[in-house]
């Protein structure tokens, strides 16, 4: 029986590093080559929260609430992929995918509008906590008006990872199927359901899926506008 030439060998070991390798790389195409923040000018304001929506949505994540007065869109979450999705490739990194492989979490946006250089006033420790100001006072008009505002304007997104966690789980060291779960009463709850209630708690923001979506904002928000291309047409 003749032998493998060594040739072959290497070069079938040279194939299946390869592939391993984009396998890796398939997991996820979240990169920290997307800026930060984007600035634009308050004349661009409207294309651009238009833009976010379209960037969010377009990855699975429509916009949940979007206030344009105070430059506010926040998106619905979405659960991330896992090991057991090879279709799925918004994870950043073999790691992340194999966390969503054992945990069940998700992600959410949070897209954020401000003037430029603009900070938040800060909040003393003896000051007193007085609430949200009332809808259309003194205090609540001091917060500028993005519909209105004439100036440089800069654009954050802000990427959450929510993780699920069961309540009252108890896991049973020695087998799954011993694992329990603790009833707490609730009152005025009479439905009669037994099934498992489930929260989902914050556990850190994913940079990297953060400046991937902004780098994706900064490319359509680059990209010229349809006047210019028809306008640069020669008449006949």
């Known amino acids: 029986m003749a032998r493998p030439h060594v040739g072959t060998i290497l070069q079938q070991c040279r194939a299946i590093r390869v592939a391993f390798g984009c396998l890796v790389f398939a997991t996820g195409c979240n990169t920290m080559n997307g800026p930060a923040v984007i600035e634009i000018n308050s004349i661009d304001y409207s294309k651009a929260f238009e833009t976010c929506i379209e960037v969010s949505r377009s990855a699975g994540m429509p916009p949940q609430a979007a206030d344009r007065t105070t430059g506010i869109i926040e998106t619905e979450p979405r659960t ?3 090991w057991v999705e090879p279709w ?3 994870s950043t990194g073999a790691m992340q995918k194999l966390e969503n492989t054992t945990q069940f979490q998700r992600r959410r946006v949070r897209f954020v509008f401000t003037p430029k250089d603009w900070q938040p006033e800060s909040i003393e420790s003896i000051a007193t906590m007085t609430g949200s100001a009332a809808p259309g006072s003194t205090d609540d008009l001091k917060r500028f008006d993005l519909e209105t505002y ?7 997104a802000r990427v959450f990872v929510e993780r699920n966690f069961t309540d009252g789980m108890r896991i049973n060291t020695w087998s799954s199927a011993l694992t329990s779960q603790t009833q707490t009463p609730k009152p005025g709850v009479t439905d009669g359901s037994t099934r498992a209630q489930t929260t989902w708690t914050p556990v850190g923001r994913d940079e990297a899926s953060e400046r991937t979506i902004m780098a994706e904002i900064q490319a359509i928000l ?3 506008s349809t006047s210019n291309q028809t306008a640069a047409v020669p008449s006949s």
């Open 88 to 90: 799925r490739f918004d």
């Open 80 to 82: 991330i992929g896992s």
């Open 150 to 156: 004439k100036g440089l304007i800069e654009i954050r």
């Open 222 to 224: 680059n990209e010229p």
